[in-house]
């Protein structure tokens, strides 16, 4: 049977055991939540993902555990053990929460099995909408989950309530910046548009790897400061970006509706560089 383990200080323990007193709750919203993709037991894109977790613990006054070292062998080395003791071979969305301990910080793992495929494109288009009862503050921790952890918990009821896959959330200024836990690109006349670091949206590690997987598309690649909803309405084409799914293309904003003909085309070149960067790891391991 697959699933079932968590992994909590290097120890597991079933996933519906009780690892905390009621009164100790506080600690886990007090921490850093993070979460990539793992193909053939790999974390792809190892490198960027442990140097965002790494940063994220930063905005929050968090030490990383003693045994954290620079090159992150050990989340590497944890990360195999809970897919393995999981039975997760293949694909898996993998969640790191880093927390205040009772001696230094604790460290939880979860993981869930995911279509595999290295970040396949997701069949159906999702259908998404602007979030407009609620704007994002301008703190230290925009870039990070926990700048954006509340308002994306009120952003979601709204989905829910709309039927929506997603929404797209606005910062302080009124300017698109993030979905709730991904972010976002569009395609207009050849050039694919991503949320700056200056929109003070949530900033997602692999997008990084999407600008890249556009440019070898053949498409020209801009970080912009203040996307608004006019801009995403003139759009040929509108994507999510997911640190665990990929690339998921976006049918239809309210009554818009878009092509995914280019976005596919992003989509296989970043394959391509999840499939080499994985190659590349082998051969140094």
């Known amino acids: ?125 999702l259908l998404i909408d602007i979030f407009d009862e609620g704007r994002k503050s301008d703190t230290i921790m925009n870039p990070y989950e926990t700048g954006s952890r509340f308002l994306w918990m009120i952003a979601a009821a709204k989905a829910q309530s709309l039927h929506r896959h997603n929404m797209i959330l606005l910062n302080h200024a009124g300017y698109c910046c993030e979905g709730i836990s991904t972010s976002f690109g569009y395609v207009h006349e050849n050039v694919v548009y991503v949320p700056s670091a200056k929109s003070g949206g949530y900033q997602v590690v692999l997008t990084e790897m999407v600008q890249k997987a556009a440019r070898k598309a053949g498409f020209m690649v801009a970080e912009k400061d203040q996307i608004s909803p006019s801009d995403l309405e003139k759009a040929e084409e509108v994507f999510l970006v997911d640190n665990s799914l990929g690339i998921q293309w976006v049918l239809g904003i309210g009554n818009r509706r878009y092509y995914s003909t280019k976005t596919f085309e992003i989509v296989k070149q970043l394959q391509e560089l999840a499939k080499n960067k994985k190659a590349f790891r082998d051969a140094k391991g």
């Open 1 to 125: 049977m697959k699933g079932g383990f968590v992994l909590y200080n290097g120890q597991f323990f079933r996933a519906n055991e009780r690892l905390f007193a009621g009164n100790e709750l506080f600690r886990l919203e007090a921490g850093i939540k993070v979460w990539f993709r793992t193909e053939n037991n790999e974390i792809l894109f190892h490198e960027q993902n442990y140097a965002n977790l790494c940063a994220a613990t930063m905005t929050v006054n968090l030490a990383l555990p003693e045994d954290f070292d620079l090159a992150g062998a050990r989340l590497h080395r944890d990360v195999s053990r809970l897919l393995n003791k999981n039975k997760f071979y293949l694909a898996a969305r993998v969640m790191v929460y880093l927390f205040p301990g009772v001696k230094g910080t604790d460290v939880l793992l979860t993981a869930e099995e995911i279509p595999r495929g290295f970040f396949p494109m997701n069949e159906n288009g």
